[in-house]
């Protein structure tokens, strides 16, 4: 008897919609969180899975195709009548998933629908919603956050706008139950979905059949619905995100601001007109080790002052000084040496520095940065400007070979 052929891993089509209309935060799709946009993160996610056989982004826009392209997805240019204000999620969903079966030639067992607007889905969650469909038996599964509170329902009476007469939804407001006495519950997140692939062509919408909730961390459960919403999660980021410093293996050059990174922000200037700065030893040793690992080095100041170009010399480094627009300076730069800007580590301590921010992969902020630094910083350091930053960074890149 000859061994019967391995069964095939089920396919797993990943669509994450995402339109360029948005009214409430223009761009929103392409709004950096941490240094890497929400289309980048969502992509990200998804790409992290082993159990993922593709993940497609369906938009209407160029900016948010290319942004999507450049994170490793692959892009349906969906149709202006399904990116209108009234177009149903499950409608680009139907229509991406026509389009990536019919490219493919292979019919999808499971579609996972990724929202790009909640900032914090991970890895964890997509697998976690794959296989409540794979391995557990349900024909849909959602992301929820464990929920305890009690939840009212209001209706207005008319002219008193500002009172609402509410009533117990999820609770007898007579009776007060401990929380371990009460039934389960759970928030739908909006971050992911997956489903049945035939049972969604059939019921046309993302619950049906035998319905999972997938417990997420609450504390990573947020999504983005208007300007506040992403001020929160910028500001969050550090804290829920709180990951190891990229080391040698996630960079390949590295970019530093001068003044408040590689000083402390301060001048001393003499009668004459001379200015003076005080930088740190040990960024000196650590632009040194930097340079003998083989990691570019470039320094890039808005400002054009004889100490930058001094420095940049006993450095041996280059630089690029004089310029308001440091970010078209970085692109042009890293486009010429030929190095990935996801690459890229760039340190800085202030908002002219937030455009950089947005080109490369790894956005460094100075403990003492500007607060909205550190909110769009994917990470902090532990050095204050001119207290050795540079240093701490190759630490951080080059371990023990320091």
Request: some cysteine.
């Amino acid at each position: 008897m000859s061994p019967s052929a391995p069964a095939a891993d089920p396919v797993v089509i990943a669509v994450i919609p995402a339109r360029g209309g948005s009214k409430g935060i223009p761009g929103k799709n392409v709004a950096p969180v941490a240094g890497v946009s929400l289309i980048g993160r969502a992509v990200r996610a998804c790409l992290g899975s082993g159990r993922v056989t593709r993940v497609v982004v369906s938009t209407d826009a160029e900016p948010i195709a290319a942004e999507a392209r450049r994170h490793g997805a692959d892009v349906v240019i969906r149709p202006a009548e399904l990116a209108s204000d009234t177009a149903t999620s499950e409608s680009a969903l139907l229509h991406a998933l026509d389009t990536v079966e019919e490219q493919d030639g292979v019919a999808a067992d499971v579609l996972l629908f990724v929202q790009a607007t909640s900032p914090f889905l991970s890895t964890v969650d997509i697998d976690g919603v794959v296989s409540a469909v794979l391995d557990g038996g349900a024909d849909s599964a959602f992301t929820a956050s464990p929920f305890h509170g009690f939840v009212w329902r209001g209706t207005r009476e008319e002219g008193r706008v500002e009172v609402a007469r509410a009533e117990g939804v999820n609770h007898d407001s007579a009776e007060r139950l401990r929380r371990q006495d009460r039934p389960e519950e759970f928030l739908e997140t909006g971050a992911a979905y997956a489903m049945r692939a035939a049972g969604f062509r059939a019921k046309n919408h993302r619950f049906f059949g035998n319905v999972a909730a997938v417990p997420v961390d609450p504390a990573r459960t947020l999504e983005i619905d208007d300007p506040s919403d992403l001020d929160r999660a910028r500001a969050l980021a550090p804290l829920v995100e709180a990951g190891p410093f990229p080391t040698r293996a996630d960079v390949d050059a590295v970019v530093l601001d001068f003044d408040g990174t590689q000083t402390d922000d301060r001048v001393w200037i003499d009668a004459d007109g001379h200015e003076t700065v005080v930088v740190n030893r040990g960024d000196g040793m650590g632009v040194s080790r930097l340079r003998a690992a083989g990691i570019p080095v470039l320094i890039l100041s808005s400002e054009t002052n004889p100490v930058v170009a001094a420095r940049a010399r006993k450095l041996q480094v280059p630089v690029i000084q004089g310029t308001l627009t440091k970010d078209a300076e970085l692109r042009k730069w890293y486009e010429t040496e030929g190095i990935d800007p996801d690459r890229i580590l760039y340190a800085g301590n202030d908002v002219n520095d937030l455009p950089c921010f947005e080109l490369v992969g790894w956005p460094v902020a100075v403990a003492d940065a500007h607060d909205i630094v550190r909110e769009r910083a994917r990470v902090v350091t532990t050095s204050r400007g001119g207290h050795g930053v540079v240093r701490e960074i190759a630490a951080h890149l080059l371990g023990k070979a320091l």
